[in-house]
DNA sequence: CTCTGATCATGT
DNA sequence: ACATGATCAGAG
């Protein structure tokens, strides 16, 4: 079937509205099958089924004509009701050769998904692939944030040119990821500026990002203008004024009160809720905070820029571990998470309250950290298995060299990792160890 | 000092 | 009432 014009492609479409993967197989792909893991064939399905379309593997748009991509991809509905992607969306291979010849102007991904129409359906897992829901389409267009995925290529093609396309992270980028994709774990491919050799990757939409425009599309959102490329640029522009001043000067030129007496223990956290905004709130405050992943982190770090402390994280529940690592929700947030950190130094060793506010860090998870993780992240398993404190990868108990570490939380007689057992009553986090926070911080 | 379990102040 | 982000504080 072939379209004039995307209204006639959209007209046609609506009739997807309400119809299950099995009442569009007319090519029956779905019988043969082994579903689970068959990534594409939903694509498959509705490509060859619903538009009849002979599959193809070429490079080619679907709907060539009309250079518009056609895309598939789930959904999942939050316990509140609210809808969220399943997972990113993969766009095409980076080959690292090629893109740093490329701008995003005119390189291969927008060549190729400048449109998309995307097609969701509602992930169910208690249903069949077969019997899931398509609910909503929409057309797509990257025009709309053109200017954060100049920013996000540029960033992706700096890597490789400054030859570390082995260290290249999800978390590097705003809304275009670039996401490992490899037929084995195993697989490497070349980069130009470096004989090490990386994992292939692609680009992708963040999965942040694929909420975002979910939702937008869904409420039918007026697009405000987005003003910043990346949340640090929007973190730096909000602290400009007070770089260099303490804790205490920033909070008293806000607020209006004095603090020499008491310092409050949250003192940086009640600034970045003040300037930044509260995580809540941020997504009204720049679209830059509905379509990513990002984290506002404050961090006190000694004369020399190390850190005095570790970085803990939300706290971890046991259903947290029923999952292998690489389907687990904390790879999926390590990977794609970016942590802006606000750093402020103690100098003379000054206190909390006292210290100086000295920069914005950006700090994104590589696959050697995650790597690492996922060695907590297995030792845990196995505590849980075995339901036996002692194996917890706390950092007394851990292994050698741990980077991800968990540690107690809670309040006054809390028995923290007794309690971890006790589904309901978690009172453990975790944690990144000052070795890996130093390594992060002391990059670029 | 550093390490690491414990605890606080606040938000929801 | 409990989760979160972050610092505190005793041991060594």
């Avoid at 999926?332 to 606000?342: A, C, D, K, R, V």
């Amino acid at each position: 079937m072939k379209f004039k014009s995307e209204k006639e492609l959209l007209e046609y479409t609506k009739d997807i509205e309400g119809k299950t993967f099995k009442e569009i197989d007319s090519q029956h792909l779905l019988d043969t099958a082994n579903l689970r893991r068959a990534k594409g064939l939903l694509g498959h399905v509705v490509e060859s089924g619903f538009y009849k379309y002979p599959l193809n593997n070429d490079s080619h748009a679907d709907f060539e004509e009309l250079d518009i991509e056609l895309k598939v991809t789930g959904y999942v509905k939050n316990k509140n009701g609210s809808l969220r992607a399943k997972e990113r969306l993969v766009l095409s291979k980076i080959d690292y050769n090629q893109i740093v010849n490329e701008t995003f102007e005119s390189s291969h991904v927008l060549g190729k998904c400048k449109k998309m129409l995307i097609i969701w359906y509602e992930y169910d897992s208690n249903k069949e692939a077969k019997d899931f829901l398509i609910t909503h389409y929409q057309l797509y267009d990257m025009e709309n944030d053109l200017k954060v995925f100049n920013n996000d290529f540029e960033i992706i093609k700096n890597k490789v040119l400054d030859g570390k396309a082995h260290e290249l992270s999800e978390g590097d980028t705003s809304y275009l990821g670039a996401c490992t994709k490899a037929r084995t774990s195993s697989d490497r491919t070349t980069q130009p500026f470096s004989d090490i050799l990386s994992k292939p990757r692609a680009y992708s939409l963040k999965n942040a990002y694929m909420t975002g425009i979910l939702r937008e599309h869904i409420n039918s959102k007026v697009i405000t203008l987005n003003k910043y490329n990346t949340v640090e640029e929007y973190v730096k522009d909000k602290l400009r004024p007070y770089f260099g001043k303490t804790q205490v000067e920033i909070l008293e030129k806000i607020d209006g009160r004095k603090y020499s007496e008491k310092i409050p223990k949250n003192i940086s956290k009640m600034i970045s809720d003040e300037l930044i905004g509260k995580d809540t709130e941020l997504p009204e405050k720049d679209e830059i905070f509905s379509k990513t992943s990002f984290i506002i982190k404050n961090l006190p770090i000694k004369e020399n820029g190390k850190p005095i402390e570790r970085m803990s994280f939300k706290t971890i529940s046991l259903s947290d571990f029923e999952e292998e690592w690489e389907d687990s929700f904390w790879k999926n947030y390590f990977e794609e998470t970016t942590l802006i950190t606000i750093c402020y130094q103690a100098v003379n060793n000054s206190k909390n309250g006292f210290r100086v506010l000295k920069n914005v860090k950006k700090i994104s998870f590589d696959e050697y950290d995650l790597d690492e993780f996922k060695k907590t992240y297995d030792q845990i398993k196995l505590a849980i298995e075995k339901e036996d404190i002692n194996l917890l990868p706390t950092s007394a108990n851990g292994f050698k060299n741990q980077l991800l570490e968990i540690a107690p939380k809670g309040v006054k007689g809390d028995n923290a990792y007794e309690n971890f057992f006790k589904n309901d009553k978690t009172k453990v986090s975790f944690m990144i160890s000052k070795r890996l926070l130093i390594d992060k911080l002391s990059d670029e």
